[in-house]
């Protein structure tokens, strides 16, 4: 296992830069989660570190070794596909011992290794069967076998649950997270699925047009987004994002809307919003951190219901309030219709404030 | 049979209408097939009867004495007819093999570059490999004929070799292409990051993949190859270096027409490319339509 560092990493096609100063480090035994919708360059991050794109500008590090320009067979790594991408003329024990062959094991060490690929698998049974006669969860299996039986640095994985169906993709999540706590493995992990990478993640690498947008452990993105995107990309349903003016009232400072109202804040948050360097101030509140109340409340915010969907253990509701979209989650008991007229509590403690220009987090300091 | 279920069917009852068209078809199969197969059958039945037979008229339709006088006549090294043909034959062979493994051996590494990489004028050299097959094949008779004389190629195989390779290398190229694009990227990247180099991923996972694309592309060479005639006739004036075409053509229409003994060297003639196209025609088929549908 090793330590991977990226630094300063760029891709660029022509004047389009598809990875944009890029890094980060993926510390030794770490599994992070490269992040961000199609075309932001994860993949693209991915296929450098593996060698199968050339790099632009910047530095690859895997172990102690510069490998920007090493082949991907002299780089020790080991990928998974999205397609998982096994040889289809081979054999499952062909495809396991490829690998190994291409590293002119002997014979039966060979044997051993992919014996014992196969038991920790539990797919010894397939082992003589050609990819297409399997199903696309043991497929998947024995993408993740031929990664494992070679024992590389560094395990890059493409998008590997994206074509299985949901239920087995949730079954393999846990697999996964505990394949990498039993090896101790270096995993660099691509998935446009903000919850994956929330389950399995020691980190996250949060991307958007090629941009590293923010890199820390899930708990952390999800509790101190660095910017709206990442703010509106981590967690489900997405975190409401409100756009409101700062203005002052009896010396403090307050947030208020075009529809009328004014939020008061808390002085922390009051000294937030006086260090910001615009009056554009955007708002965001998770689901969770909204109160919902059925008639006016002091330091509540008049909004209109528009949808209501009951999934069982909560209920989501969705309310338009100064233009934007805003996500609430009550316990099933709380009666709301549709158009209904209701009032909106913040959690000052949980809110989240964001620059209106630069949709960057605005910190206290 | 068929031309009364059509009367009957053709009255005016619309509920029928299906039925017209498809009883429409199967004649228009039958027509077909008449016309492909007859002069097969003919040429079979008259290449099994003797001199005099093959000249009747009203015709032996079934020849009243089968004989494979014209057969062991051809095969008979001993005689001057047999002599000729055996060695036709065999030029055909040594030609038309020839043409086939260059032409793979260039058009697979081609059609993989066409598929795989990115480089300046790929588009252009891609159109400009079609660009020949737009002309009739006569056009480029008389040039190809002072560039032959040019290289000292007249009256040599090679000269034969080369033009088929530039004739039949473009739809290879294109076939072959075909191929490669419907093979996942993934497949190679996959056996590169797990040991082989570009070329060994190539070699051990992508070729193998490909075989029946190769197949196809191998048998549309042959075929070509052993059919041609115009460049044949027109390269080689040695008697001993005739390929079959030519050979079959000009020895029999030298003295008075031995119409068995042509047929029944037709026949030889195309059983190599029917039972080729029989043997591989699942994987011609593949490589025709492969591509048409994405996977």
Same mark, same amino acid.
């Given at each position: ?76 790594? +080991?990928? !998974? @596909?999205?397609?998982? /991408?096994?040889?289809?003329?081979? #054999?499952?024990?062909?495809?396991? $011992?490829?690998? *190994? ?117 899930? +708990?952390? !993105? @999800?509790?101190?987004? /660095?910017?709206?995107?990442?703010? #509106?990309?981590?967690?489900?349903? $997405?975190?409401? *994002? ?124 | ?295």
């Amino acid at each position: 296992m090793a330590r991977v560092v990226l630094t300063d990493l760029v891709k660029s096609y022509g004047s389009f830069n598809a990875v944009n100063h890029v890094s980060l480090t993926v510390e030794d035994g770490e599994f992070v989660a490269l992040v961000g919708p199609s075309g932001c360059g994860k993949t693209t991050t991915l296929n450098l570190v593996a060698g199968l794109l050339p790099i632009t500008s910047g530095d690859i590090v895997i172990g102690d070794q510069v490998v920007n320009d090493l082949d991907p067979k002299d780089r020790d790594i +080991a990928m !998974v @596909f999205q397609n998982y /991408a096994l040889y289809p003329q081979k #054999s499952v024990y062909k495809n396991l $011992a490829f690998p *190994l062959q291409m590293r002119k094991l002997p014979r039966d060490e060979i044997d051993r290794k992919v014996q014992e690929a196969a038991r920790v698998l539990d797919m010894t049974h397939l082992l003589e069967r050609k990819p297409r006669e399997l199903s696309g969860g043991q497929q998947q299996r024995v993408a993740l076998g031929r990664a494992l039986v070679r024992d590389p640095a560094v395990f890059l994985m493409d998008e590997p649950l994206s074509n299985l169906d949901a239920k087995l993709r949730v079954q393999m999540r846990s697999e996964l997270k505990r394949f990498h706590h039993d090896l101790q493995a270096t995993i660099i992990y691509v998935t446009h699925d903000q919850l994956e990478a929330v389950t399995m993640a020691d980190k996250m690498a949060v991307m958007n047009g090629g941009n590293l947008q923010q890199y820390d452990s899930p +708990a952390q !993105v @999800f509790a101190h987004p /660095a910017n709206m995107f990442v703010a #509106s990309f981590v967690g489900s349903p $997405a975190m409401s *994002l409100i756009p409101l003016e700062a203005a002052s009232a009896n010396g403090t400072a307050v947030l208020t809307s075009a529809e009328g109202w004014r939020l008061p804040l808390s002085p922390i948050n009051a000294r937030k919003v006086q260090n910001a360097k615009t009056r554009k101030i955007v708002l965001g509140a998770r689901h969770s951190t909204i109160k919902l109340h059925k008639s006016a409340v002091a330091d509540a915010v008049p909004a209109k219901a528009y949808t209501v969907e009951p999934t069982g253990d909560v209920t989501f509701v969705q309310a338009f309030l100064s233009g934007a979209i805003v996500n609430i989650s009550v316990p099933p008991s709380v009666d709301v219709a549709p158009d209904e007229q209701i009032w909106l509590e913040f959690d000052q403690e949980r809110m989240h404030l964001f620059d209106g220009e630069t949709e960057m987090a605005i910190r206290a300091d | 049979m068929s031309m009364n279920a059509e009367a009957s069917t053709a009255r005016p009852r619309p509920r029928k209408r299906v039925d017209r068209w498809r009883w429409g078809g199967r004649i228009f199969l039958a027509l077909m097939l008449f016309y492909t197969a007859v002069p097969m059958i003919w040429m079979l039945l008259t290449s099994i009867k003797s001199g005099f037979a093959a000249m009747q008229l009203p015709p032996q339709w079934w020849p009243a004495e089968p004989t494979l006088a014209s057969y062991q006549k051809l095969l008979d090294p001993q005689n001057s007819v047999g002599q000729d043909f055996l060695r036709f034959f065999w030029n055909s062979v040594v030609v038309s093999t020839l043409t086939t493994a260059l032409g793979v051996i260039v058009a697979v590494p081609a059609a993989y570059a066409f598929s795989r990489f990115r480089f300046p004028g790929r588009n252009f050299l891609f159109f400009a490999v079609l660009l020949r097959n737009m002309f009739p094949a006569v056009i480029f008779l008389v040039p190809l004929f002072i560039l032959m004389r040019w290289l000292g190629l007249v009256n040599t195989h090679g000269s034969l070799v080369v033009t088929y390779l530039t004739f039949g290398l473009p739809l290879s190229i294109w076939l072959l292409k075909g191929f490669y694009d419907n093979i996942p990227i993934q497949l190679e990247q996959a056996a590169r990051i797990d040991g082989a180099t570009r070329f060994q991923a190539f070699v051990k996972i992508v070729m193998p993949l490909s075989v029946p694309g190769i197949i196809a592309t191998a048998i549309y060479s042959f075929i070509g190859a052993w059919n041609e005639y115009i460049y044949a006739y027109t390269f080689l004036s040695k008697n001993e270096q005739l390929t079959l075409p030519v050979g079959i053509q000009r020895f029999f229409s030298e003295n008075t027409t031995d119409f068995p003994g042509l047929m029944a060297a037709s026949f030889m003639m195309s059983v190599p490319v029917v039972v080729l196209f029989l043997v591989l025609q699942k994987y011609f088929v593949r490589a025709l339509t492969e591509g048409a549908v994405k996977h």
